[in-house]
């Protein structure tokens, strides 16, 4: 049963489990409810089966990584109410990727957000991580300042990038976990160098940039 898994980690009030296929259902409506997020990210809704494609996406064959995560945060109800996928060591050792984060539009400036980041990004630096990488829609104003304010930095934009029946541009931004400058994770990850510009490509599940 769901209850019997072990935490990977926990918040005040949420538990993080490591979802399975016997949570589509609940991702689903999580993502349902978060409809403005699909429809400002890939201009259109969430698929009917878009929470059991999340859950078996993983990053193209040619990108180097360690090992994937989708994390449900439950509530004391049992109830999925926030989604976070993430991958390790995602283009060089220690850089760890969030690839989607998604949280019950009931719960928006609660300042739960930021509780599950902290607490995730502990749990990434016990388990290897030296660096946070993530994409953000260029536009998405209150994502860019949402992730501004928690302690993650520009490094570089991606332009012409398809998601879903849109076209993006992605800020690519990153925040270190045990500390370091942005020149130190740049030469870990060339292709984050600002000067770089890597041939559009097509995005349809997580946002790797």
Known sequence: M?????????????????????????????????????????????????AR????????????????WSIGLRDGDGEIVAMLSAVSDFLAEGVWLIAQFVVAPTLHGSGISREILDAFELWARDNGGHWIRLAVVVGNTKAERFWRKIGYA?????????????????????????????AQYLALVPRDQPARQPAPQPIHRRGCG
């Open 2 to 50: 769901t209850h019997r898994r072990p935490s990977l980690f926990t918040t005040t009030a949420l538990q993080a489990i490591e979802l399975c296929d016997a949570d589509v259902p609940a991702v689903q409506r999580l993502f349902v409810h978060n409809v403005e997020y699909f429809l400002a990210v890939t201009g259109r809704p969430p698929a009917d089966d878009e």
């Open 53 to 68: 494609q999340e859950l078996r996406s993983a990053p193209p064959n040619d990108t180097p990584f360690g090992r994937g």
């Open 154 to 182: 520009d490094v570089c934009r991606r332009d012409g990038v398809a998601m879903g029946d849109r076209v993006n541009a992605l800020r690519i931004m990153v925040k270190p976990l045990q500390g370091g400058e942005l």
